[in-house]
């Protein structure tokens, strides 16, 4: 007894490394990008404990586990019946477009999405950019108090607070009215409050948490979360972009001086183009409510608004067979011809998108990223950091944030492709969590999101490749630690 308390740090530390390396050997079965297995394997023999609780809480994969291979098949043929007719072939799309100068150009863009989500390119949509939180719930709460049948929520977060509670008033009183609301909202992002909840359950609302986390199943769900932002009104009108539900978002007039500016983009989505965003929601709502919902004609209304913009909705996650979005914005930069303007709250790219940015901008395609000076994480804005001597050293121009936090997720190229929404250019974003962009081939779009990221640039400071050098040692240092995490966050 008395030999096992003297040793018994050696033999935790011994039972550490033994549960390590049978862990290494599991990671390299099952060959994931070697990058990202180093990271893993660093953590593990470097960090005694703590590389195996960051290994079993966050960095499983669990892409091909029989919880998404389940919700994937199931998806897939639920996705084929609803959006298979919406599909045109190539030559339809052409002759369709011929002439407007948008589908024909991002042509590889558009097959690539139909070829690997079944996800059509609609035509019939009127959109609008809703610019920060004010604007975006003032339209959307708008369009609620007007709902007839039903109202469909998707948030990674939603709280309880100022926007939060008037939200929950207005949908408990459609309830009241009679029209069906549904909320999805993510377990481990949300600080709803058990009273909110309660509230809601009991004027009728179907309420789901996404994926809760209970122990032991906490490391199996801690890393998958939802990270949409989108919200359906009785079929006809989508939201989707990167506002979240929660009083950090909306720039209130009255806020205090001292309360951090935050700058974002959304978009409201008027036409065929829902029939994709409810296609998604039905889908995760079936998957966290553990019931299938009978599909409605009023889930899928008929619209009859005139041509107007073409939007292709892309959506990923643990439970699709590919990077969807990833693989979109891959697209994007390697066909793009004049230039590539991009807004991202955290840029921790793989080295696809990393090479393909450098390479665009050695070619001579103008490449610009706006992204926050300070953020609201400090690992990641070190792990940002970390990336752009390169991109500079390759002539891509990058731009510090400084009027406040800037939260948008978009990119626009040629002037004729818009990305809006919920994606972040990070490896959490890619590969980990779930997500949903809408992609737009329409010159007004781009051109008004153009002009919005000239506006954005008054508020910002180019970084100088000279200067960049300079900067202490001491920074150097934190940033070359947090690349070694960079594949984990």
Same mark, same amino acid.
């Given at each position: ?14 039972a550490? !490394? ?30 005694? *404990?703590?590389?195996?609780? +960051? ?19 199931? $998806?897939?043929?639920?996705? =084929? ?9 190539? =030559? ?15 042509m ?5 999405? =139909?070829?690997?989500?079944?996800k ?5 949509? &009127? ?34 607070g ?13 309830a009241?009215e009679?029209?069906?609301?549904? +909320?999805?909202?993510d377990? *481990? ?7 909110? +909840? ?28 939802n ?15 990167? %506002? ?34 409810q296609?998604?929601?039905?889908l ?10 009978k *599909?409605?004609?009023?889930f ?16 990923s996650?643990? $439970? ?21 303007y991009?807004?991202?709250?955290? !840029?921790i790219?793989?080295? =696809? ?6 390479m ?7 490449? &610009?990223?706006? %992204? ?25 121009? +990058? ?56 506006? $954005? ?33």
């Amino acid at each position: 007894m008395n030999y096992f308390l003297d040793n018994i740090w050696w033999i935790l530390l011994s039972a550490n !490394f033994l549960i390590v390396f049978i862990t290494i050997g599991y990671e390299l079965m099952h060959f994931r990008e070697p990058v990202k297995s180093i990271s893993l394997i660093f953590a593990l023999l470097a960090l005694p *404990v703590i590389g195996l609780l +960051v290994y079993y809480f966050f960095a499983q994969e669990f892409r091909k586990s029989k919880l998404f291979n389940r919700k994937k098949l199931y $998806d897939k043929n639920i996705i =084929q019946r609803w959006e298979e007719k919406l599909i045109l072939n190539e =030559q339809e799309l052409i002759e369709k477009y011929r002439g407007r100068g948008t589908i024909e150009e991002k042509m590889k863009l558009v097959r690539l999405l =139909q070829n690997n989500q079944k996800k059509p390119v609609t035509f019939k949509n &009127k959109v609008r950019v809703l610019i920060n939180g004010e604007n975006k719930f003032s339209a959307l709460f708008e369009d609620i108090k007007k709902a007839k049948h039903h109202i469909h929520i998707e948030y990674y977060i939603f709280n309880s607070g100022r926007i939060g509670n008037r939200l929950i008033l207005l949908l408990c009183e459609k309830a009241e009215e009679g029209v069906k609301v549904r +909320v999805s909202y993510d377990y *481990v992002a949300s600080r709803l409050s058990s009273k909110a +909840v309660k509230k809601m359950k009991s004027y009728g609302i179907e309420i789901f948490p996404f994926m809760p986390v209970w122990f032991p199943n906490l490391t199996r769900k801690l890393n998958y979360r939802n990270h949409r932002k989108m919200a359906i009104i009785d079929g006809d009108i989508g939201f989707i972009g990167g %506002i979240n539900i929660c009083d950090e978002y909306v720039n209130f007039e009255e806020n205090p001086k001292e309360k951090l500016f935050w700058r974002d983009t959304h978009l409201r989505i008027e036409g065929h183009a829902v029939k994709s965003l409810q296609a998604q929601f039905l889908l995760n709502f079936n998957f966290i409510s553990g019931k299938v919902l009978k *599909v409605e004609e009023e889930f899928f209304p008929k619209i009859g608004i005139p041509e107007r913009t073409a939007v292709q909705i892309a959506a990923s996650g643990p $439970d699709t067979d590919w990077q969807n979005i990833m693989e979109a914005i891959l697209t994007a930069i390697n066909t793009a011809e004049e230039y590539i303007y991009i807004t991202t709250p955290y !840029f921790i790219p793989n080295n =696809q998108i990393l090479t393909a940015l450098c390479m665009a901008s050695r070619i001579g395609i103008e490449v &610009k990223i706006i %992204i926050p000076e300070k953020g609201d994480s400090v690992i990641a804005r070190y792990a940002t950091n970390s990336y752009i001597e390169q991109l500079l050293e390759s002539g891509v121009q +990058v731009y510090h944030y400084h009027k406040g936090m800037v939260h948008a997720k978009t990119m626009v190229v040629d002037g004729v492709l818009t990305s809006i929404g919920s994606c972040n250019l990070d490896n959490r974003s890619f590969d980990i969590n779930f997500e949903i962009n809408a992609f737009l081939y329409d010159t007004r779009v781009a051109r008004e999101m153009t002009e919005v990221y000239n506006v $954005d640039l008054e508020e910002t400071t180019e970084l100088i490749l000279e200067d960049w050098l300079k900067r202490p040692s001491t920074e150097k240092i934190r940033e070359a630690l947090a690349r070694l995490w960079a594949p984990l966050l």
